[in-house]
């Protein structure tokens, strides 16, 4: 049940996410900047 129920929500995840990117579209860009700009600091 539990490797199930992972499977399941990393589906969810990787399936969300994609959803997000297409959304976002070019805005994928400044957000990627975003997150360079945490990791360095």
Known sequence: MNG???CEETC???WFGARVRRKLGLKRD????IIR?????
Do not use: E, W
């Not at 400044?30 to 900047?33: H, R």
């Open 30 to 33: 400044v957000y990627s900047n």
């Open 37 to 41: 700009g945490i990791l360095d600091f």
């Open 4 to 6: 199930n129920l992972d």
């Open 12 to 14: 969810l995840l990787h």
